[in-house]
């Protein structure tokens, strides 16, 4: 018989921690992810197709997604395979940068797909989280201020422009009960953990703890604990907020962009793969682009990381989601009053 257990986020959550440090090491557990986007196999089988039929599921298009297609393409990946199987997959929880809008019909794919799988999912303070998706956007080469991120408008949050392509967040899409909620309808509350992001910042032991119990297998500690895809300094965020507009990316081409991300991508494509003075290229390339510049010598030269939403608008933030974290709290008991969440 196959147990499957789907580790679904959210983003910002240590999701990239637990796939490089905690989940390639669990004895008895064949493991399966997308690492840099690139398909990774089960070891012994099933094959890697498992994260790909999850990519068919949550990028399909609602017209066009074919439920038995994929239900036989499930059968046949999961034919004979036994055992316990993970799959670690964050965009399963839905598109950050869309506030989570396809999130109830990824669900609803999954739960279709894999009636049975157990799932687990890291919630994190509204706050917090909204801070870590704004730095990231500052990665990402967006340029929007914390109040045009928010959308918040005269003292308060407003619902977001339809911005084509850019990022679309609306502060109220953060209610974290009705995430859960979805899950716990859909799986069965004993087929559902819940864990705060908060534990495995301040106890990591008690995170794994928890975790490995749920998935019934032996405990695994790593002899560290880094900080993985780390954001951006206080000086550099402020840096990338003045500079990202003048970045030159592909289909982001008008205006005055004259900062390139890749200014040698044209020779990379044209060179040979294998070519001795591609891997000398690629290397330059790498570092001179403008993420790369403010994360390894920026940041290094001034890594004071301060807050960038403020206290006033943090606390409107959590006063929005108060009542809703309290209710979660209470029936799952996940210390969240000690975190801040209410």
Known sequence: ???????????????????????????????????????????????????????????????????????????????????????????????????????????????????????????????????????????????????????????????????????????????????????????????????????????PRAFLERLYAFLGVEPYVPSSFPEVHRSYSFASCCLALALNRFVRLPGRQLGLRPIPERPFAGLLAERPVGDRRQALLAALDRRLSLRWLLQHVVDRLLPWRGRLIGERKRRLILARHRRSNRRLDRRLDLGLEGYGYY
């Open 1 to 203: 018989m196959t147990e499957l257990y789907l580790h679904v986020g959210m983003p910002k959550t240590g999701t990239t921690f637990l796939q490089r440090h905690c989940f390639p090491h669990l004895a008895g557990m064949r493991y399966a992810h997308s690492a840099n986007y690139r398909r990774i196999p089960l070891a012994g089988g099933p094959p890697g197709d498992l994260v790909e039929l999850c990519d068919r599921l949550i990028f399909s298009h609602p017209t066009f997604f074919d439920p038995r297609a994929a239900e036989r393409w499930r059968d046949r990946l999961l034919a004979d395979a036994g055992g316990k199987i993970l799959i670690s997959r964050e965009r399963l929880f839905g598109n950050m940068t869309g506030g989570f809008r396809d999130h109830r019909e990824i669900t609803r794919r999954l739960a279709r797909l894999f009636p049975d799988a157990r799932i687990v999912v890291v919630v994190r303070r509204q706050d917090d989280l909204l801070e870590s998706l704004y730095r990231q956007s500052l990665q990402a080469y967006y340029y929007y201020s914390v109040d045009d991120f928010l959308t918040f408008r005269r003292g308060r949050f407003a619902s977001p422009p339809a911005r084509t392509g850019e990022v679309n967040l609306d502060v109220g899409d953060f209610d974290l009960e009705a995430y859960v909620d979805g899950y716990l309808e859909r799986f069965g509350g004993d087929r559902v953990l819940v864990l705060p992001y908060e534990l495995l910042r301040r106890e």
